[in-house]
């Protein structure tokens, strides 16, 4: 990990504290509202870039890993979602509907480091990728529809152009600049040169996002502080209790420690920032839905480091095999 991965939540929280600063300036607010959807969809490309769309037929050779991780992710985890939003933000739908679309939308990118930090299965990890992101490009806009549709007002036309303008045109173009630059380059100049300066451009375009954002709705930030930190409490819940799943399952079902390390950052990670580019067209009238949605990457990136150092504290001892064929086949 460079330096802008290792201090990725150091450079979101001097950009939530430079944008509130900036957006107590006349005139400041307004620019900024202006350039989130720029920033996002950058970042967004960026990240695009990235994907190998190509292996979707691969991921399905572990059936039993990425099998129970899409279950997990786009059956468990809505529900789930659904459910702390009722434990825990009932008087705040607004906060609900951020937590539902933060919990529905499966990590594209970082969970693949937290995989390899605890010496995980990266290259399943990696096959698994392209299911993630095209399920929650389906799902995301039903999801939202039959879920928040009584929270908060949601136009079905507003949600499909918001899903169609941050997600499918940067996908698009993204497509298009990989396999224009592969052509021109080759492969191993775009995966050795092009590829790592991606991650870089990704979090200095999320963190300029969530800075214009902060500059843009300050005077919210600073009327409901405690609103916010509600979030932290259902987040948290979920990371501890889609661990204990995420043992239980790979328990039953064999796994490694590679799949089970593998299955953990895919089940738990979350993709925050596709959640908030759709947040930010969706829902123009609710600023805190994508407010809520920045509390992600704040509490997310801590969790997977110790998760991370669980996993390999794990594995220190010798606690899980690291063959597969060892545990009890029960599946």
Same mark, same amino acid.
């Given at each position: 990990?460079?330096?802008?991965?290792?201090?990725?939540?150091?450079?979101?929280?001097?950009?939530?504290?430079?944008?509130?600063?900036?957006?107590?300036?006349?005139?400041?607010?307004?620019?900024?509202?202006?350039?989130?959807?720029?920033?996002?969809?950058?970042?967004?490309?960026?990240?695009?870039?990235?994907?190998?769309?190509?292996?979707?037929?691969?991921?399905?050779?572990?059936?039993? @890993?990425?099998?129970?991780? +899409? %279950?997990?992710?786009?059956?468990?985890?809505? =529900?789930?979602? !659904?459910? &702390?939003?009722? $434990?825990?933000?009932?008087?705040?739908?607004?906060l609900w509907v951020g937590l539902l679309m933060?919990?529905?939308?499966?990590?594209?990118?970082?969970?693949?480091?937290?995989?390899?930090?605890?010496?995980?299965?990266?290259?399943?990890?990696?096959?698994?990728?392209?299911?993630?992101?095209?399920?929650?490009?389906?799902?995301?806009?039903?999801?939202?529809? @039959?879920?928040?549709?009584? +929270? %908060?007002?949601?136009?079905?036309?507003?949600? =499909?152009?918001? !899903?169609? &303008?941050?997600? $499918?045109?940067?996908?698009?173009?993204?497509?298009?600049?990989?396999?224009?630059?592969?052509?021109?380059?080759?492969?191993?100049?775009?995966?050795?040169?092009?590829?790592?300066?991606?991650?870089?451009?990704?979090?200095?375009?999320?963190?300029?996002?969530?800075?214009?954002?902060?500059?843009?709705?300050?005077?919210?930030?600073?009327?409901?502080?405690?609103?916010?930190?509600?979030?932290? %409490?259902?987040?948290?819940?979920?990371?501890? =209790?889609?661990? !204990?799943?995420?043992?239980? $399952?790979?328990?039953?079902?064999?796994?490694?420690?590679?799949?089970?390390?593998?299955?953990?950052?895919?089940?738990?990670?979350?993709?925050?920032?596709?959640?908030?580019?759709?947040?930010?067209?969706?829902?123009?009238?609710?600023?805190?839905?994508?407010?809520?949605?920045?509390?992600?990457?704040?509490?997310?990136?801590?969790?997977?480091?110790?998760?991370?150092?669980?996993?390999?504290?794990?594995?220190?001892?010798?606690?899980?095999?690291?063959?597969?064929?060892?545990?009890?086949?029960?599946?």
């Open positions: 990990m460079n330096v802008l991965e290792k201090y990725q939540t150091v450079f979101v929280l001097a950009a939530i504290v430079g944008g509130l600063a900036l957006g107590q300036l006349e005139g400041v607010p307004a620019v900024a509202d202006a350039l989130i959807l720029p920033f996002l969809m950058v970042m967004l490309f960026g990240a695009f870039a990235g994907m190998p769309l190509s292996k979707l037929r691969s991921a399905f050779g572990n059936r039993r @890993v990425a099998g129970s991780s +899409l %279950v997990v992710n786009f059956v468990w985890n809505p =529900l789930f979602a !659904v459910g &702390l939003g009722a $434990i825990f933000l009932r008087d705040h739908p607004a933060l919990m529905v939308t499966p990590c594209t990118d970082w969970y693949l480091i937290f995989t390899d930090i605890a010496d995980g299965d990266v290259p399943l990890a990696t096959s698994i990728l392209p299911y993630n992101l095209v399920l929650q490009l389906i799902l995301l806009p039903v999801y939202l529809y @039959v879920f928040a549709g009584e +929270l %908060v007002e949601l136009p079905l036309e507003l949600l =499909l152009e918001s !899903v169609a &303008l941050v997600l $499918i045109v940067p996908l698009v173009l993204a497509g298009i600049a990989r396999k224009g630059l592969i052509r021109w380059r080759g492969n191993r100049w775009f995966s050795r040169t092009f590829l790592p300066k991606l991650g870089p451009i990704q979090i200095v375009f999320l963190s300029l996002a969530i800075g214009a954002m902060f500059a843009s709705q300050g005077q919210e930030v600073v009327e409901n502080p405690g609103l916010l930190a509600l979030l932290a %409490v259902p987040v948290i819940a979920f990371y501890a =209790l889609n661990l !204990v799943i995420g043992f239980g $399952i790979g328990r039953v079902l064999s796994f490694s420690y590679g799949e089970m390390v593998c299955f953990n950052n895919t089940i738990l990670s979350r993709n925050s920032p596709t959640a908030l580019a759709i947040a930010v067209v969706a829902f123009p009238h609710e600023p805190l839905i994508p407010l809520a949605l920045v509390i992600g990457p704040l509490l997310e990136l801590p969790l997977l480091g110790l998760i991370a150092q669980i996993h390999t504290g794990i594995a220190d001892r010798d606690w899980w095999p690291a063959d597969s064929s060892i545990l009890p086949e029960r599946s």
